[in-house]
């Protein structure tokens, strides 16, 4: 049985941070940004939502840190 090259919530993650460098782009543009820039934008829209995502949609496994009073 060949295994899975992402795990479910590796591909998840990466498709909502697809999803927002694709609407940062799309939203810079209609602003009427030049596309390098609007490219520009969705790269850093992207590089900022996969941590993001990624905390987000916590693993099983990963505990919840208690914030102290």
Not at 14 to 31: C, K, P, Q, Y
Request: net charge positive.
């Amino acid at each position: 049985m060949r295994r899975s090259l992402l795990s479910m919530r590796s591909a998840l993650v990466l498709l909502l941070a697809v999803l927002a460098g694709i609407g940062a782009g799309v939203l810079s543009r209609l602003a009427g940004s030049p596309a390098a820039q609007c490219v520009l934008y969705g790269a850093g829209a992207f590089g900022v939502a996969v941590p993001f995502f990624d905390r987000l949609i916590a693993g099983p496994d990963t505990e919840r840190e208690e914030s102290s009073p």
